[in-house]
Protein backbone atom coordinates (compact mmCIF):
# COMPACT_ATOMS: atom_id res chain seq x y z
CA UNK A 1 0.00 0.00 0.00
CA UNK A 2 1.29 3.02 -0.80
CA UNK A 3 1.65 6.02 1.75
CA UNK A 4 1.60 9.43 0.06
CA UNK A 5 3.45 12.81 1.22
CA UNK A 6 0.31 14.52 2.50
CA UNK A 7 -0.37 11.08 4.30
CA UNK A 8 3.25 10.97 6.00
CA UNK A 9 3.12 14.89 6.84
CA UNK A 10 -0.53 14.70 8.38
CA UNK A 11 0.53 11.24 10.73
CA UNK A 12 4.11 10.40 10.73
CA UNK A 13 5.89 14.07 10.14
CA UNK A 14 3.89 17.01 11.27
CA UNK A 15 6.56 18.36 12.98
CA UNK A 16 8.33 19.47 10.15
CA UNK A 17 5.71 22.23 9.92
CA UNK A 18 4.90 22.63 13.29
CA UNK A 19 4.39 26.15 14.56
CA UNK A 20 4.95 27.91 10.45
CA UNK A 21 2.91 30.06 8.50
CA UNK A 22 2.44 27.91 5.98
CA UNK A 23 0.82 28.23 2.12
CA UNK A 24 -0.11 25.48 -0.01
CA UNK A 25 0.45 25.07 -4.11
CA UNK A 26 -2.08 22.62 -5.06
CA UNK A 27 -4.90 21.49 -7.44
CA UNK A 28 -7.69 18.92 -7.18
CA UNK A 29 -4.86 16.71 -7.66
CA UNK A 30 -3.61 17.51 -3.99
CA UNK A 31 -5.62 14.56 -1.77
CA UNK A 32 -5.05 11.58 0.23
CA UNK A 33 -5.94 8.24 -0.14
CA UNK A 34 -9.42 8.69 0.83
CA UNK A 35 -9.67 11.59 -1.34
CA UNK A 36 -9.96 14.13 1.24
CA UNK A 37 -8.20 17.37 -0.43
CA UNK A 38 -5.01 18.62 1.11
CA UNK A 39 -6.53 22.34 1.43
CA UNK A 40 -9.02 20.83 3.50
CA UNK A 41 -6.90 18.53 5.67
CA UNK A 42 -4.21 21.22 6.22
CA UNK A 43 -6.92 24.03 7.16
CA UNK A 44 -9.36 22.06 9.22
CA UNK A 45 -6.08 20.30 11.37
CA UNK A 46 -5.70 22.87 14.76
CA UNK A 47 -2.09 22.04 14.89
CA UNK A 48 -1.72 23.38 10.88
CA UNK A 49 -1.49 27.14 10.31
CA UNK A 50 -3.09 26.99 6.52
CA UNK A 51 -2.74 30.83 5.76
CA UNK A 52 -2.91 31.56 1.52
CA UNK A 53 -3.52 29.23 -1.42
CA UNK A 54 -0.86 29.50 -4.85
CA UNK A 55 -2.97 28.37 -8.34
CA UNK A 56 -0.99 26.53 -10.96
CA UNK A 57 -2.62 26.64 -14.48
CA UNK A 58 -6.15 25.34 -14.62
CA UNK A 59 -6.60 26.61 -10.55
CA UNK A 60 -6.91 25.43 -7.50
CA UNK A 61 -10.34 23.68 -8.19
CA UNK A 62 -9.32 22.84 -11.88
CA UNK A 63 -12.05 24.91 -13.73
CA UNK A 64 -9.95 26.52 -16.05
CA UNK A 65 -9.16 25.59 -19.60
CA UNK A 66 -5.67 24.96 -20.70
CA UNK A 67 -3.77 28.30 -21.21
CA UNK A 68 -6.64 30.49 -19.45
CA UNK A 69 -5.55 33.09 -17.25
CA UNK A 70 -6.60 32.07 -13.60
CA UNK A 71 -7.33 35.19 -11.46
CA UNK A 72 -6.18 36.10 -7.94
CA UNK A 73 -9.42 35.31 -5.48
CA UNK A 74 -11.20 33.81 -2.25
CA UNK A 75 -11.65 29.85 -1.80
CA UNK A 76 -14.94 29.72 -0.94
CA UNK A 77 -14.99 26.21 1.03
CA UNK A 78 -12.02 27.53 3.59
CA UNK A 79 -12.26 31.51 2.78
CA UNK A 80 -8.37 31.48 2.61
CA UNK A 81 -6.90 33.92 -0.29
CA UNK A 82 -5.79 32.19 -3.52
CA UNK A 83 -3.06 33.56 -5.39
CA UNK A 84 -2.73 33.03 -8.57
CA UNK A 85 0.83 31.25 -10.53
CA UNK A 86 -0.47 31.29 -13.66
CA UNK A 87 -1.98 35.06 -14.19
CA UNK A 88 -0.23 37.85 -15.10
CA UNK A 89 2.74 36.64 -14.05
CA UNK A 90 3.75 32.97 -13.38
CA UNK A 91 6.22 33.44 -10.23
CA UNK A 92 6.00 33.04 -6.64
CA UNK A 93 7.27 36.60 -5.86
CA UNK A 94 9.07 37.28 -2.54
CA UNK A 95 6.32 39.81 -1.17
CA UNK A 96 3.51 36.93 -1.58
CA UNK A 97 5.15 35.13 1.33
CA UNK A 98 5.62 38.04 3.50
CA UNK A 99 3.24 36.64 6.41
CA UNK A 100 4.38 32.90 5.38
CA UNK A 101 7.35 30.62 6.89
CA UNK A 102 6.94 27.70 4.48
CA UNK A 103 5.24 26.76 1.08
CA UNK A 104 3.57 23.46 0.82
CA UNK A 105 3.87 21.58 -2.68
CA UNK A 106 1.33 18.94 -3.15
CA UNK A 107 0.17 18.19 -7.00
CA UNK A 108 0.43 15.26 -9.18
CA UNK A 109 2.53 15.31 -12.25
CA UNK A 110 2.59 13.49 -15.27
CA UNK A 111 6.04 12.51 -15.82
CA UNK A 112 6.18 14.33 -18.66
CA UNK A 113 8.69 17.85 -19.63
CA UNK A 114 5.59 19.57 -21.14
CA UNK A 115 3.75 19.43 -18.15
CA UNK A 116 3.17 22.78 -16.88
CA UNK A 117 3.10 22.10 -12.91
CA UNK A 118 6.49 21.21 -12.80
CA UNK A 119 7.44 24.60 -13.95
CA UNK A 120 5.50 26.01 -11.44
CA UNK A 121 7.48 24.21 -8.73
CA UNK A 122 10.87 25.65 -10.06
CA UNK A 123 9.17 29.00 -10.09
CA UNK A 124 8.30 28.36 -6.69
CA UNK A 125 11.82 27.01 -5.40
CA UNK A 126 13.08 29.97 -6.47
CA UNK A 127 10.85 32.68 -4.63
CA UNK A 128 11.10 30.67 -1.97
CA UNK A 129 14.60 30.27 -2.31
CA UNK A 130 14.57 35.13 -2.82
CA UNK A 131 12.46 35.38 0.21
CA UNK A 132 14.70 33.17 2.86
CA UNK A 133 11.89 30.64 3.53
CA UNK A 134 11.39 27.34 3.43
CA UNK A 135 9.74 24.51 0.53
CA UNK A 136 7.97 21.39 1.78
CA UNK A 137 7.11 19.06 -1.20
CA UNK A 138 4.80 15.99 -0.37
CA UNK A 139 5.84 13.37 -2.56
CA UNK A 140 3.80 11.25 -5.01
CA UNK A 141 4.36 9.00 -7.69
CA UNK A 142 5.40 9.27 -11.41
CA UNK A 143 2.42 7.71 -12.92
CA UNK A 144 4.58 6.51 -15.97
CA UNK A 145 7.62 6.06 -14.04
CA UNK A 146 8.17 2.14 -15.96
CA UNK A 147 8.21 4.41 -19.34
CA UNK A 148 12.07 5.08 -20.91
CA UNK A 149 13.23 7.83 -19.73
CA UNK A 150 13.68 9.57 -23.59
CA UNK A 151 13.72 12.61 -25.69
CA UNK A 152 16.26 15.17 -26.36
CA UNK A 153 17.59 17.40 -23.43
CA UNK A 154 16.01 21.05 -23.36
CA UNK A 155 18.94 24.17 -23.56
CA UNK A 156 18.42 27.13 -22.03
CA UNK A 157 17.77 29.04 -25.14
CA UNK A 158 14.84 26.90 -25.88
CA UNK A 159 13.65 27.07 -22.22
CA UNK A 160 9.86 27.92 -21.78
CA UNK A 161 6.85 26.94 -19.57
CA UNK A 162 6.47 23.89 -21.79
CA UNK A 163 10.17 22.72 -21.38
CA UNK A 164 13.00 23.32 -19.42
CA UNK A 165 15.99 22.67 -16.78
CA UNK A 166 17.46 20.60 -19.46
CA UNK A 167 14.88 17.65 -18.95
CA UNK A 168 14.38 14.94 -21.87
CA UNK A 169 10.65 14.34 -22.15
CA UNK A 170 10.48 11.79 -20.11
CA UNK A 171 12.10 12.36 -17.02
CA UNK A 172 11.43 9.62 -14.60
CA UNK A 173 11.28 11.70 -11.72
CA UNK A 174 8.58 12.22 -8.38
CA UNK A 175 8.10 15.57 -8.03
CA UNK A 176 10.30 15.31 -4.85
CA UNK A 177 12.74 14.25 -7.04
CA UNK A 178 12.07 16.87 -9.43
CA UNK A 179 12.12 19.37 -6.43
CA UNK A 180 15.98 18.74 -5.56
CA UNK A 181 16.66 17.97 -9.28
CA UNK A 182 16.15 21.88 -9.95
CA UNK A 183 17.32 23.29 -6.91
CA UNK A 184 21.00 21.40 -7.04
CA UNK A 185 21.48 21.33 -10.54
CA UNK A 186 20.46 24.88 -11.51
CA UNK A 187 21.86 26.37 -7.84
CA UNK A 188 18.74 27.70 -6.64
CA UNK A 189 19.58 27.66 -3.14
CA UNK A 190 16.24 27.44 -2.00
CA UNK A 191 15.59 25.30 1.78
CA UNK A 192 13.96 22.44 0.55
CA UNK A 193 13.06 19.15 2.16
CA UNK A 194 10.54 16.21 0.85
CA UNK A 195 8.22 14.05 2.47
CA UNK A 196 8.75 10.56 0.77
CA UNK A 197 6.26 8.26 0.16
CA UNK A 198 6.44 4.80 1.07
CA UNK A 199 5.55 1.71 -0.39
CA UNK A 200 6.11 2.84 -3.80
CA UNK A 201 8.69 1.17 -6.60
CA UNK A 202 9.74 2.92 -9.51
CA UNK A 203 8.32 0.11 -11.55
CA UNK A 204 5.00 0.73 -10.47
CA UNK A 205 2.11 2.08 -12.99
CA UNK A 206 -0.29 4.67 -11.68
CA UNK A 207 -2.76 1.46 -11.26
CA UNK A 208 -0.22 -0.56 -9.24
CA UNK A 209 -0.58 1.65 -6.35
CA UNK A 210 -4.34 1.41 -6.02
CA UNK A 211 -4.45 5.21 -5.28
CA UNK A 212 -7.30 7.08 -6.81
CA UNK A 213 -6.71 9.07 -10.36
CA UNK A 214 -7.73 12.61 -9.43
CA UNK A 215 -6.93 14.65 -13.09
CA UNK A 216 -4.50 16.96 -12.51
CA UNK A 217 -5.59 18.77 -15.30
CA UNK A 218 -8.79 19.08 -16.77
CA UNK A 219 -7.49 16.90 -20.71
CA UNK A 220 -5.26 14.68 -18.00
CA UNK A 221 -8.69 12.35 -17.43
CA UNK A 222 -6.84 8.88 -16.55
CA UNK A 223 -3.55 7.37 -16.33
CA UNK A 224 -3.96 6.29 -19.85
CA UNK A 225 -3.80 9.78 -20.86
CA UNK A 226 -0.56 9.99 -19.55
CA UNK A 227 1.03 7.26 -20.98
CA UNK A 228 0.30 8.55 -24.59
CA UNK A 229 1.39 12.17 -23.56
CA UNK A 230 5.31 12.63 -24.09
CA UNK A 231 4.77 11.61 -27.93
CA UNK A 232 0.74 12.53 -29.04
CA UNK A 233 1.34 16.34 -27.35
CA UNK A 234 3.60 17.31 -30.48
CA UNK A 235 -0.06 17.90 -31.97
CA UNK A 236 -0.68 20.53 -30.04
CA UNK A 237 1.61 22.56 -32.38
CA UNK A 238 -0.46 21.81 -35.28
CA UNK A 239 -3.28 22.24 -37.04
CA UNK A 240 -5.00 19.44 -36.18
CA UNK A 241 -6.96 18.60 -33.09
CA UNK A 242 -5.26 16.62 -30.67
CA UNK A 243 -8.44 15.51 -28.81
CA UNK A 244 -9.62 18.07 -26.24
CA UNK A 245 -12.73 18.47 -26.14
CA UNK A 246 -13.78 14.98 -26.46
CA UNK A 247 -13.74 12.22 -23.50
CA UNK A 248 -10.23 10.79 -25.26
CA UNK A 249 -7.80 13.64 -25.20
CA UNK A 250 -4.37 12.91 -26.51
CA UNK A 251 -5.41 9.52 -28.03
CA UNK A 252 -7.41 11.03 -30.82
CA UNK A 253 -5.97 12.95 -33.43
CA UNK A 254 -7.39 14.18 -36.94
CA UNK A 255 -8.55 16.99 -38.95
CA UNK A 256 -11.49 17.12 -41.26
CA UNK A 257 -9.49 16.14 -44.51
CA UNK A 258 -8.14 13.27 -43.50
CA UNK A 259 -9.12 9.93 -44.72
CA UNK A 260 -9.47 7.72 -41.48
CA UNK A 261 -9.48 4.63 -42.62
CA UNK A 262 -5.96 4.92 -44.69
CA UNK A 263 -4.39 6.86 -42.09
CA UNK A 264 -5.47 3.88 -39.91
CA UNK A 265 -4.28 1.43 -42.35
CA UNK A 266 -0.52 3.04 -42.95
CA UNK A 267 -0.09 3.86 -39.18
CA UNK A 268 -0.82 -0.11 -38.30
CA UNK A 269 2.01 -0.51 -41.40
CA UNK A 270 4.47 0.60 -39.08
CA UNK A 271 4.64 -1.90 -36.79
CA UNK A 272 4.61 0.49 -33.60
CA UNK A 273 5.67 -1.65 -30.09
CA UNK A 274 2.29 -2.05 -27.91
CA UNK A 275 0.06 -0.12 -29.90
CA UNK A 276 -2.96 -0.55 -32.42
CA UNK A 277 -4.91 2.41 -34.23
CA UNK A 278 -8.06 2.60 -35.85
CA UNK A 279 -10.19 5.23 -38.01
CA UNK A 280 -11.86 7.87 -35.82
CA UNK A 281 -14.90 10.24 -36.02
CA UNK A 282 -15.54 12.79 -33.80
CA UNK A 283 -16.39 16.39 -33.15
CA UNK A 284 -14.82 18.54 -30.02
CA UNK A 285 -16.17 20.42 -28.19
CA UNK A 286 -14.02 22.92 -27.80
CA UNK A 287 -10.60 23.78 -28.74
CA UNK A 288 -9.65 22.77 -32.77
CA UNK A 289 -12.17 21.96 -35.15
CA UNK A 290 -15.12 23.16 -32.06
CA UNK A 291 -18.00 21.19 -33.50
CA UNK A 292 -16.74 20.02 -36.88
CA UNK A 293 -16.96 16.29 -38.54
CA UNK A 294 -12.80 15.50 -37.37
CA UNK A 295 -11.46 12.00 -39.07
CA UNK A 296 -8.46 10.44 -37.53
CA UNK A 297 -7.48 7.91 -35.69
CA UNK A 298 -7.21 6.42 -31.55
CA UNK A 299 -4.52 5.32 -30.69
CA UNK A 300 -4.99 2.11 -28.06
CA UNK A 301 -2.32 0.96 -25.91
CA UNK A 302 -2.14 -2.85 -25.96
CA UNK A 303 0.69 -3.13 -24.00
CA UNK A 304 1.95 -0.45 -21.90
CA UNK A 305 5.06 -2.41 -21.23
CA UNK A 306 6.18 -2.41 -24.66
CA UNK A 307 5.43 1.23 -25.57
CA UNK A 308 7.62 3.87 -26.13
CA UNK A 309 4.44 7.27 -26.51
CA UNK A 310 7.31 9.28 -27.97
CA UNK A 311 7.91 7.38 -31.28
CA UNK A 312 4.59 6.48 -31.30
CA UNK A 313 3.41 9.98 -31.06
CA UNK A 314 6.42 11.39 -33.58
CA UNK A 315 5.79 8.64 -36.06
CA UNK A 316 1.96 9.50 -36.32
CA UNK A 317 2.80 13.38 -36.70
CA UNK A 318 5.83 12.55 -39.60
CA UNK A 319 2.51 10.01 -40.94
CA UNK A 320 0.20 13.08 -41.13
CA UNK A 321 2.67 15.48 -42.29
CA UNK A 322 4.00 13.93 -45.12
CA UNK A 323 0.76 12.93 -46.69
CA UNK A 324 -1.43 16.02 -46.77
CA UNK A 325 0.20 19.56 -47.11
CA UNK A 326 -2.87 21.08 -45.53
CA UNK A 327 -1.44 20.21 -42.17
CA UNK A 328 0.69 23.15 -40.86
CA UNK A 329 2.53 24.14 -38.00
CA UNK A 330 0.52 26.75 -35.87
CA UNK A 331 2.83 29.92 -35.17
CA UNK A 332 2.28 32.91 -32.73
CA UNK A 333 4.25 35.95 -32.18
CA UNK A 334 7.22 34.04 -30.27
CA UNK A 335 7.15 31.43 -32.96
CA UNK A 336 6.08 28.01 -33.74
CA UNK A 337 5.15 26.28 -30.45
CA UNK A 338 6.14 22.58 -31.65
CA UNK A 339 9.34 23.96 -31.21
CA UNK A 340 9.01 24.86 -27.29
CA UNK A 341 7.60 21.32 -27.18
CA UNK A 342 11.01 19.70 -29.19
CA UNK A 343 13.57 22.21 -27.48
CA UNK A 344 14.33 23.73 -30.61
CA UNK A 345 13.12 24.15 -34.59
CA UNK A 346 14.88 20.71 -35.38
CA UNK A 347 11.97 18.65 -35.69
CA UNK A 348 9.56 20.88 -37.51
CA UNK A 349 12.53 21.45 -40.00
CA UNK A 350 13.37 17.52 -40.40
CA UNK A 351 9.63 16.86 -40.61
CA UNK A 352 9.05 19.34 -43.65
CA UNK A 353 12.28 18.21 -45.14
CA UNK A 354 11.12 14.44 -44.95
CA UNK A 355 10.92 12.28 -48.48
CA UNK A 356 7.06 11.47 -48.28
CA UNK A 357 7.88 8.15 -50.18
CA UNK A 358 9.81 7.15 -46.58
CA UNK A 359 8.50 5.06 -44.02
CA UNK A 360 7.84 7.67 -41.08
CA UNK A 361 8.89 5.02 -38.56
CA UNK A 362 12.26 5.73 -40.20
CA UNK A 363 12.11 9.35 -40.67
CA UNK A 364 11.48 9.18 -36.54
CA UNK A 365 14.22 6.66 -36.08
CA UNK A 366 16.56 9.58 -38.09
CA UNK A 367 15.16 12.32 -35.68
CA UNK A 368 15.85 10.65 -32.55
CA UNK A 369 19.43 8.89 -33.39
CA UNK A 370 20.94 12.19 -32.11
CA UNK A 371 19.31 11.64 -28.49
CA UNK A 372 21.67 9.46 -26.95
CA UNK A 373 24.64 11.91 -25.78
CA UNK A 374 22.09 13.89 -23.94
CA UNK A 375 20.24 10.92 -22.37
CA UNK A 376 23.53 9.54 -21.52
CA UNK A 377 24.23 12.50 -20.05
CA UNK A 378 20.79 13.12 -17.98
CA UNK A 379 21.23 9.62 -17.01
CA UNK A 380 24.32 10.51 -15.01
CA UNK A 381 22.93 13.76 -13.56
CA UNK A 382 19.34 11.60 -12.49
CA UNK A 383 21.16 9.13 -10.75
CA UNK A 384 21.92 11.69 -8.22
CA UNK A 385 18.53 12.78 -6.84
CA UNK A 386 16.51 9.32 -7.13
CA UNK A 387 14.88 8.21 -3.81
CA UNK A 388 13.13 5.13 -4.39
Not at 8 to 35: F, M, Y
Not at 100 to 107: E, F, Q, S
Not at 178 to 187: G, I, P, Q, S
Not at 225 to 234: E, I, R
Request: aromatic share 10%.
Amino acid sequence: MVRLGVERLLNERSDAVDGERLGLITNPSGTDSDLHTTIDLLHDREDFDLRKLFGPEHGIRGDAQAGVKVDDSTDERTGLPVKSLYGEQRRLRPEMLDDLDTVVYDMQDVGCRFYTLIYTLAYALMGVAEAEKRMVVLDRPNPVAPLPVTGNRIGEESASFVGGYELPIVHGLTVGELATYFNEEFDIGADVSVVEMRGWTRSDWFSDTDLPWVYPSPNMPTPGTATLYPGMCFFEGTNLSEGRGTTKPFELVGAPWIDAAEWAAELSAQDLDGVAFRPAYFSPTFSKHEHENVTGVQVHVLDRDAVDPVTVGLTVLVSAFTADDRCEWIEYDDGFFVDKLAGGSYLREAIDAADAGREPRDIVEDITDGWSDDLAEFADARANYLRY
